[in-house]
């Protein structure tokens, strides 16, 4: 869990010296554009992958000397789907850009990652499925990094465009790759006897049910800087993306939990573990949102610039909607490694459906706050959905996903001795 929580961390901590390079080089417009262009990439990017990094997963987490096969027929797939996808996209920009030239052009570009983006999310997933979290991250480590050296010479110099941040942005994460070659290579060799699970029909049958799910979840996190630009224009949008970075960091700790549970509860179901893990999760995210919450109205003009104090107010509803969405994302997972992966589908469907229409009413009238305002709404349908779906079906009961336990502080407290004594033991 550490080393997930670490690799989770990264990233977002990063941001918190990226963002404000973007932001202070590219001005709340510029800053706009460039969310305009990975905003497709990155939708794109999911509704190409019809589930299958996630079926490839579970398939190994099951049975683990099918690794081979399964990732073999996870990249097969997604290496057809992503030229399919890169293909649609490239058809899309004059509406997507809101019929700016500049946008269009910088969409076209981040297009051009969608591949080798699916290709890295397999390799991912196959790390993950055999506990090689330290590999997960060091990828996360590595192309956060990258994304930085790339981007402070260019703004020390004066030079960083928005051509060269969507570049950067879009590209970095491709880099990723190379750290799970030599783990392929070290894969048990390929099975003679395939079951299902690990064949193209089988990846495709578990992959198409979470992948509506996983749709419907990016949709509902991400559709709205798809739409912001045709909607209420990119300076809007540019206050909305920094909003977004912002309410990322308390997901740290969801993720980090979210993405072990997944694994070990494909393994071995223990209900107690589950719920706990919900709570766990919700009450350290609750804390972090609440200090981030109190302290932006100080940092976050300073670094991102006084033009981005109107992102503070729709920071705070993004934290808020990070919060409740939590204890139904843990139960998400705990649906989808029980072989329900379509109850979470139906329900973040639902919520998607919700979403949208709100952004659609709200967006064109309140701008960024409207966005976040139907994010919230659609967060706490998903996450409560969720949670009715799995006391329904596995008869874990709703309430014990939330509150605190005084289980719950002894679990985090020997969590905190163990930490403590690994850091202790370490060599000077």
């Known amino acids: 869990m550490t080393i997930s929580l670490l690799g989770n961390a990264?990233?977002?901590?990063?941001?918190?010296?990226?963002?404000?390079?973007?932001?202070?080089?590219?001005?709340?417009?510029g800053r706009?554009?460039?969310a305009a262009a990975i905003a497709p990439m990155a939708l794109v990017v999911t509704v190409a992958?019809?589930?299958?990094?996630?079926?490839?997963?579970?398939?190994?987490?099951?049975?683990?000397?099918?690794?081979?096969?399964?990732?073999?027929?996870?990249?097969?797939?997604?290496?057809?789907?992503?030229?399919?996808?890169?293909?649609g996209i490239l058809l899309a920009p004059p509406w997507l850009s809101g019929g700016d030239p500049g946008v269009q052009q910088l969409i076209i570009v981040a297009s051009l990652a969608i591949v080798p983006n699916?290709?890295?999310?397999?390799?991912?997933?196959v790390a993950s499925a055999t506990n090689h979290w330290r590999l997960v991250?060091?990828?996360?480590?590595?192309?956060?990094?990258?994304?930085?050296?790339?981007?402070?010479?260019?703004?020390?110099?004066?030079?960083?465009?928005p051509l060269v941040a969507t570049i950067t942005v879009a590209g970095m994460p491709v880099v990723g790759a190379f750290v799970y070659i030599g783990h392929l290579r070290r894969l048990d060799p390929r099975a003679l006897v395939v079951p299902r699970e690990a064949r193209v029909?089988?990846?495709?049958?578990?992959?198409?049910?979470?992948?509506?799910?996983?749709?419907?979840?990016?949709?509902?996190?991400?559709?709205?800087?798809v739409l912001m630009t045709p909607l209420a224009g990119t300076y809007q949008l540019g206050l909305y993306v920094v909003a977004v970075s912002i309410s990322e960091l308390p997901l740290i700790i969801h993720h980090a939990v979210r993405d072990v549970t997944f694994v070990t509860d494909a393994a071995d179901s223990v209900d107690a573990r589950l719920s706990a893990s919900a709570r766990i999760s919700t009450a350290l995210s609750a804390l972090a949102a609440l200090f981030i919450g109190l302290t932006m109205l100080w940092w976050l003009p300073f670094l991102f610039g006084e033009d981005f104090r109107g992102s503070i107010p729709v920071a705070a509803v993004l934290l808020l909607a990070v919060v409740l969405l939590t204890p139904g994302s843990i139960a998400g997972s705990g649906l989808s490694a029980r072989g329900r992966p379509g109850l979470r589908s139906l329900s973040l469907t639902i919520a998607c459906a919700i979403n949208i229409g709100l952004l659609v009413w709200l967006a064109p009238a309140l701008g960024a706050m409207g966005a976040a305002l139907a994010t919230l709404a659609g967060s706490v349908i998903a996450s409560n959905l969720n949670l009715v779906f799995l006391s329904r079906v596995f008869g874990i009961g709703f309430f014990q996903f939330y509150g605190v336990r005084r289980s719950d502080l002894q679990t985090l407290g020997r969590y905190a001795r163990r930490a403590a004594l690994r850091v202790r033991r370490r060599p000077a």
């Open 32 to 34: 706009g554009s460039v």
């Open 137 to 161: 991250t060091i990828e996360r480590i590595l192309t956060s990094s990258l994304r930085l050296a790339v981007l402070i010479p260019f703004w020390l110099t004066g030079t960083l465009t």
């Open 10 to 29: 990264f990233p977002p901590l990063v941001a918190l010296f990226s963002g404000p390079i973007l932001a202070q080089a590219l001005g709340v417009d």
């Open 118 to 125: 699916l290709l890295v999310g397999v390799l991912r997933g």
């Open 201 to 225: 029909a089988g990846l495709l049958g578990y992959g198409g049910r979470i992948w509506v799910g996983s749709l419907s979840g990016i949709l509902l996190s991400r559709v709205d800087q």
């Open 49 to 87: 992958t019809f589930g299958v990094p996630e079926a490839v997963t579970w398939a190994i987490a099951r049975s683990p000397g099918l690794a081979r096969n399964a990732a073999g027929r996870g990249l097969l797939i997604l290496a057809l789907a992503g030229v399919l996808a890169t293909a």
